[in-house]
């Protein structure tokens, strides 16, 4: 079968409770971790809720990693170790992209095995992303995040509402005009094979990221990149 990724947020759990999620991991066989510190609730569904941050992303990757050499976070022996492998994450979308590489380098520090993006939805993105993890000597895996859009809507929402994501005003358009004919899915699936292209040509990983439980086009894309690896092998 696949093997799950957890994904586990500072924001929710204060360290005690963190501590103990990462053993009941441990204990339950699951060692992939994506360590991620959150969105404040304030942007979500229940805005009212306490954003607990004790810790954040770079420091939980710390915390994992710990359990691999047998210690608690404060120095406990804990009489067996772990072999969680840990994800980081890494938003490529912001103004200031060497500041950002800079956190990710700490993150690789302190055991970072891997790292996740948030979705992109520009070509450039991942050439201004390589050159930039080059210049920084950084050379764990990197996957990149691509997700279809569904609609000329979803992608206002995504680009005005959601944290770390922006999409360019060519593909705006593009769904825009798509979902005046009536065609916004298969654009949306063409936008995303288009972004695909690029990262093959730069990165090994991509990050499938499914719409609206839209599973069959998480699907087609992944199926859509497996052969193109498979391509590019074989011209080598």
């Known amino acids: 079968g696949i093997k799950p990724l957890i994904h586990l947020t500072t924001r929710d759990h204060n360290l005690v409770g963190m501590h103990s999620h990462v053993m009941g991991f441990h204990k339950l066989g699951l060692h992939d971790v994506l360590a991620i510190t959150g969105d404040p609730t304030k942007v979500g569904d229940f805005p009212g809720a306490s954003s607990v941050f004790d810790l954040r992303s770079v420091e939980l990757v710390q915390l994992i990693k710990k359990f691999n050499d047998g210690i608690s976070y404060t120095g ?39 790292i996740i993006t948030q979705p992109i939805y520009d070509v450039n993105k991942a050439i201004l992303l390589k050159e930039a993890l080059q210049k920084a000597n950084i050379d764990v895996p990197l996957f990149i995040g691509v997700m279809p859009l569904l609609s000329s809507r979803n992608a206002e929402f995504l680009h005005n509402e959601v944290p770390g994501i922006r999409l360019t005003d060519d593909v705006r358009e593009r769904m825009r005009e798509a979902e005046e004919h009536g065609h916004a899915n298969e654009e949306g699936m063409a936008i995303a094979r288009e972004l695909v292209d690029a990262i093959c040509e730069h990165f090994q990983g991509i990050y499938i990221i499914t719409p609206f439980l839209r599973y069959d086009l998480s699907i087609e894309l992944a199926k859509y990149a497996q052969n193109k690896q498979q391509v590019q092998i074989g011209s080598k």
Do not use: M, Q, T, W
């Open 76 to 114: 406990k022996s804990l009489k067996e170790k772990a072999r969680f492998h840990v994800g980081a994450a890494f938003n490529p979308n912001v103004l200031n992209l060497e500041k950002a590489v800079r956190l990710i380098e700490r993150k690789v520090e302190y055991g970072a095995d891997y």
